[in-house]
């Protein structure tokens, strides 16, 4: 084994950002050795900081042996990338500060988008970490940082860095440009090969004195057709650097536990001063209770109330609670409306059924949302309907500080967070400033100009507090995973709540006496058990999910032996346990569905044209057929059956919001069906799709 | 909600907040059978597989956590 007297780059990197002259220095050396591992093919799949040492003979490349083992793990599986990347990034050291104990992702920082959907790494992966090793080098900061791994991963996918030249204006445009391409999200568009991008830093570097020395001023006076140019430039690097400035000298978000117990939230408010807290919540397994706290301190205590849970503080310090939980959504509770002072007392009800509230500014009239079999409403005062619609939910309706308009989430499915943010006048003139697939909270901001709510732009729960105007102007506050927003108080604190929920698995399998636990990683799903009960398959969300942006399926016998990974997306095992069903709700017309075998055979795709995403897979009982939810690149959804053997989707019926189940016979399909809290069975036929 | 022993029964799942309650419904007869009651809060039975007898069966079950926070310097 070599020895090598030096430092690391992340030694280095500690001091300061090295000189632009240095960093191509060390970028060509790094390509060099890149080059030379391409040309054996090698992946080097964990080019970091921490392992390019820099000696007197040049920057060296560390950790070859590693990646060997990495590329060998590939062979079977396609979670392999991320399980070996764990493995990899597991070595906590002071330069990983993102690492957690216990988690199974180590630090991603130079992760390359695929290899955190685990999806295969070839050479441009090791390009994608060269681009965030350069950037960090010029920029003097992370191409991409996080506040937990999950943040991280979300911005690798999804976000580009901040241009190194808003940060560092003298670098020149070509080095940002190969950082650029190398940190491309597609492999596709990234330099293919570290010569081309040792070619591009060489390049870089010959012309550099040119970039970054002045010329001495005594003998290149700049002539008068130049100094508005001259002046020009000057002023842009005056404004960049006063950008700069302001955004560093902008704090970071400070985060404050309250709740400090293991349980789960359903509500919480701010006092009218802005001084005390009162949240209510299922802690360490008792029933729902408030509790109050004031701001900055680790104590609280239960206001008393059995049962309850708050949902809004009058400017007199008046709590509105629900007395009773009715569950109107996931962790958001209505139920029997009643008051009583934050300083104590008996509860004084109200109304019974009442879905949401809050308080007019005037401290004496409440705003309630009902929900009937007419559809919710929004009553002001009580009795009196400013807003209705036919099906759906309200959420969180808040009052302008003036109280001229109310804001509130319109979700127009029960059961399901997806929706709008609307705004209504007292006329009852609606707006909607914002739609989502998300929507989990909402606030008014101190001055009452923009609107803070807790949602997000992809799939899955609220990611990001956005503030938007009246007007429909949003912008960025925060992104934090899965959050919901409660209140902003006088002095700007935002009360939010980090959720998390996670599934496990118990069965009874052949052999039990009785039912145990029988999950696999930390968020798993049952998605198929074959007919003797000996093969189960079954979803892995939770983490997995956050990083690949999808389940990953498994199927496991059930006398305890050990998960194999079938692939991304959903499965079901066949009821001979021959067999298993795979394919993903993310539209993607190049992944038909596909069959895979569990003993000896080759995978085969399933015809599917014109079908783009597929979900609640299915076997029949004799399994000839499988049965799915799909949907059509149109975009609607439907239930679809096919036979395994041969031939195209048959489409049964639309995909309604009520629930379905097959039974096929011999010409015609039993459909027994849930609508409106009454079962049905239809009959029905398939026909060709397409 | 499934079709269960051969098809001559559905199986029809009720969340009830704190626990599942399966009932067993005679196609023929419309006679309702409780079968299991299941100590879960979850909502939907996509969560739940059985063998087409019942015999074995497996089910998830969720587990919410909360952490409330106050955050300062937002803008």
Known sequence: MEYLEGETLADRLRKGPPPLKESLKVGIEVCEALEAAQRAGIVHRDLKPGNIMLTKNGAKLMDFGLAKAAVTGLSSAASAPLLSAARTMSEATPMSPLTSAGTVIGTIQYMSPE???????????????????????????????????????????????????????????????????CLAKNPEDRFQNAHDVKLELEWIAKDLPQLTE????????????????????????????????????????????????????????????????????????RPTEISVARVGSQDWRPLGIPEADVAAISSSDELAVFLGCEEVFLLNCGGTLATVNLAGGSPRTLAEHVAQVDWHPDGKRLLISVSSPDGPRLEFPPGHVLYQQKAGWFGHPRFSPNG??????????????????DLLDMNGKRSVLFQ????????????????????????????????VTPG?????????????????????????????????????????????????????????????????????????????????????????????????????????????????????????????????GQPRDLPTPGLVAFEKLRWSDDGRRVVYEAQADQGDWSVYTQLVASGPPMRITHAQNSILRFRPMERQWHCARIKEESLSILRTEAKASH | MRFALGGKSLLVVEPTGHEMVFTLVDLASGRRQLWKRIASEAHADELFVATPDLKYYAYAFPRYSSVLYTVGNLH
Request: glycine letters at 10%.
């Open chain 1, 214 to 285: 002045p010329r001495p001023s005594a003998t290149a006076k700049p002539s008068s057709q130049w100094l508005p140019w001259t002046v020009a430039a000057a002023v842009v690097l005056l404004a960049a650097a006063a950008l700069l400035l302001a955004r560093r000298e902008q704090p970071a978000p400070r985060y404050t536990d309250v709740s400090f117990r293991e349980g789960t939230l359903l509500g919480a408010r701010f006092s009218h001063d802005g001084q005390t807290i009162v949240f209510s919540g299922r802690w360490e397994g």
């Open chain 1, 115 to 181: 290899q955190i959907e685990g999806k295969e790494a070839d050479a441009r992966s090791d390009l994608f970490a060269l681009g965030a090793v350069l950037y960090e080098m010029a920029a003097g900061k992370r191409a991409f940082e996080g506040k937990s791994q999950i943040s991280l991963a979300s911005a690798i996918l999804e976000k580009d860095p901040e241009p190194i030249r808003m940060l560092k204006p003298l670098t020149p445009a070509a080095f940002e440009r190969v950082v650029s391409s």
């Open chain 1, 436 to 467: 989502s697939t998300s929507v989990e909270g909402l606030a008014w901001s101190l001055d009452g100009k923009e609107l803070w709510f807790a949602s997000t732009k992809a799939a899955g729960w609220a990611d990001t507090i956005y503030a």
């Open chain 1, 472 to 600: 429909g102007k949003a912008r960025v506050v925060l992104t934090s995973p899965s959050i919901r927003l409660y209140d902003i108080s006088k002095d700007g604190l935002v009360l939010l709540s980090h959720e998390t929920w996670r599934r496990q698995v118990k069965g009874l399998f052949p052999g039990d006496q009785s039912e145990h636990p029988y999950s696999w990683h930390d968020d798993t799903q049952p998605s198929g058990i074959s007919a003797d009960g000996r093969l189960l398959s079954f979803m892995e969300g939770g983490d997995i999910y956050y990083l690949a942006n999808d389940f990953q399926s498994y199927y496991r016998p059930t006398d305890g032996s050990p998960a194999v990974q079938l692939g991304v997306g959903g499965a079901a095992i066949s009821p001979d346990g021959k067999w298993v069903v795979l394919g993903t709700n993310h539209s993607d017309p190049r992944r038909p569905l596909q069959l895979q075998p569990l003993g000896p």
């Open chain 1, 404 to 421: 001229s308009m109310i804001a509130f989430e319109n979700h127009p499915i029960s059961g399901n967070d997806d929706g709008e943010v």
